[in-house]
């Protein structure tokens, strides 16, 4: 665009203090439209703030205003009488000019001599942007390491999350005080540096986790639930739960969906402080460091994991609307196609409940693979039972332990005897090594908690009509990854680590009862993957099989037992014999 077409925007500003020296909104007004004459521009308006100061972080609604006119293309460049006029603060200047460039809008200061509409303008104007630029990685960097700290100190960094307040209740500004928190006005209980709970929010937060955490409640219903409760207080005064707001911006509005979500994911809630380094809040429940904290925790740690993990079960379920209630199909996830290797989806058609290839619903690839019924779920349940039940016997569990206890009290003689000189070194490394070897061929049968593991899984499995769907797919996905079907053939199962001892020696199931027909030979076709294909890091055992790590192992046992007792079911709880 030749300057001769400028479209030109003035801004003038002055503080009650600079126009009682005399530097008047007329004196910049006039020197600005001079100026735009003497160029050739056309003057489009002028952008006044009177009274308000150029200092860092101060609020000035005209600059605001011509910022959104320069975004949106009103002018091509803006004029000012001088620079601090504009901006008094550098790091605000530099940022502001290089925004502007961004727009390609130009800037120009009467007194200072600037014109970046000139080639020499321009340079100069490329120069500051650079400028610009390192002082906001500095300040960015300056920031992550406040943050960084603010964490370690276990404060809190952004907004004050939901459910908590800085507790300052006799100077207390926060939407959800005055009117709505039975302890406004109330002498402060804290100096504002740390957070408490909030009489009301708090509790709003503890009964989303509560209901959420039986697997019965969704997002929505959580929302719909909160919306609807009445918390009394001691007064006898009925106070339904709202969202925060934010000062100046908005108002207090009824709890949200979105607010449920949210709070649903916060780790915050236990007492710890989560740290995501670069700036950017992922949506994953892992950030890279936790710390403790040092505000109150409103659940427990083990409430708030019972809820990541409902989350993670039923997150690819359709949920319910106002014509019927969620469904949990407890196999998707691990049914998967053994023509495509697509997972299997949950659908329903007229009241029956059906899985079927999500290639096929995506319309991906034209696969052979039919809809398969729901009740076939109870195919997979019997053919898991069976090789739970004949896969560890008591007898050789404890023919292990003897074999090793005896073993280890042969390695602590040998090493007696070496420490008191009556056996050579090399003797007694022999002696470890065998007790180690040992160790090695029987990784499944020397931890109890392998019996433990099959004997909950079968007791589970035989009462899997009485158990909660969401129970059911916490079970299935804690014995196997993937199970393959052919029409309504098993021909592959990939059993999780856990379970790779007690399943990894059979791949399908046998004709009778259960309806499913045995198709081994289907294992060598495209695209299937192979039975036990999983993590290289496992090692095998002499006959080739897969070991599992005894932490491994404990660790999935822990994840069981935090499903709920049968016993308060009038269920008979028993071990596998």
């Not at 950017?280 to 659940?299: C, D, M, S, V, Y």
């Not at 908690?449 to 769907?469: E, K, M, N, Y």
Request: aromatic content about 10%.
């Amino acid at each position: 665009m030749h300057h001769s077409t400028f479209r030109a925007a003035g801004y003038r500003r002055v503080s009650m203090r600079e126009q009682v020296d005399g530097h008047s909104l007329d004196a910049q007004e006039n020197n600005i439209r001079q100026y735009v004459v003497t160029q050739g521009w056309t003057f489009t308006g002028l952008y006044t703030d009177a009274g308000l100061s150029a200092k860092k972080d101060s609020e000035r609604p005209e600059l605001q205003r011509l910022f959104d006119d320069a975004a949106a293309g009103k002018f091509d460049v803006i004029v000012v009488d001088k620079i601090d006029r504009f901006f008094r603060h550098l790091g605000g200047l530099l940022v502001a000019l290089d925004q502007l460039n961004a727009w390609s809008v130009s800037f120009a200061s009467v007194q200072e001599r600037l014109d970046f509409t000139t080639p020499w303008g321009k340079l100069t104007l490329t120069v500051l942007g650079m400028l610009a630029e390192i002082y906001i990685d500095n300040l960015r960097q300056e920031t992550r390491k406040g943050k960084h700290q603010r964490a370690r100190k276990g404060l809190w960094n952004g907004s004050i999350p939901f459910g908590y307040c800085r507790g300052l209740c006799a100077q207390c500004q926060d939407p959800n005080g005055a009117g709505y928190c039975p302890d406004f006005g109330q002498p402060n209980k804290t100096d504002g540096k740390t957070l408490i709970a909030h009489p009301i929010d708090s509790v709003a937060v503890k009964l989303a986790y509560e209901w959420y955490a039986t697997g019965d409640y969704s997002d929505t219903s959580v929302t719909t639930a909160l919306q609807a409760y009445e918390h009394r207080l001691p007064t006898d005064e009925v106070i339904h739960f709202r969202t925060r707001g934010v000062i100046n911006y908005t108002t207090p509005k009824p709890i949200t969906k979105d607010t449920v979500r949210e709070l649903l994911q916060k780790v915050f809630y236990t007492g710890q402080v989560p740290y995501y380094g670069d700036g950017r809040k992922h949506r994953g429940n892992n950030p890279p460091e936790i710390f403790p904290g040092q505000h109150p925790a409103l659940i427990e740690a083990a409430t708030y994991q019972r809820v990541q993990e409902v989350r993670t079960l039923v997150y690819h379920n359709p949920r319910e609307s106002p014509d019927h209630a969620a469904q949990i199909f407890p196999l998707t996830g691990v049914l998967r196609c053994g023509y495509c290797g697509a997972h299997f989806r949950g659908v329903s058609a007229h009241g029956t409940r059906y899985y079927r290839d999500a290639a096929q619903i995506e319309h991906l690839r034209d696969c052979p693979q039919a809809l398969v019924r729901a009740d076939k779920e109870q195919a997979i349940v019997e053919w898991l039972l069976g090789k739970l039940e004949s896969a560890v016997s008591v007898p050789d569990l404890e023919a292990a332990q003897t074999r090793l206890h005896e073993a280890e009290l042969r390695c602590e003689r040998a090493r007696t005897l070496y420490l008191a000189g009556e056996m050579d070194r090399v003797s007694y490394e022999a002696e470890k090594s065998r007790l180690e070897n040992l160790k090695k061929s029987l990784t499944f049968f020397t931890t109890g908690d392998s019996l433990a593991f099959s004997g909950f899984s079968v007791q589970q499995l035989q009462h899997w009509a009485q158990i909660l769907p969401i129970e059911q797919k916490r079970l299935i996905r804690g014995l196997v990854e993937s199970v393959f079907l052919r029409g309504d053939a098993i021909v592959g199962c990939q059993p999780t680590p856990a379970s790779l001892p007690l399943l990894g020696n059979s791949s399908v199931v046998t004709a009778d009862p259960t309806g499913f027909e045995p198709a081994i030979s289907a294992l060598t076709g495209p695209h299937v993957w192979p039975l036990h294909h999983g993590s290289s890091t496992l090692s095998r055992g002499r006959d080739n099989t897969r070991a599992v790590p005894v932490c491994q192992l404990q660790n999935v046992w822990r994840l069981f037992i935090r499903v709920p007792s049968l016993r308060g079911r009038g269920l008979t709880v028993k071990v596998l014999q």
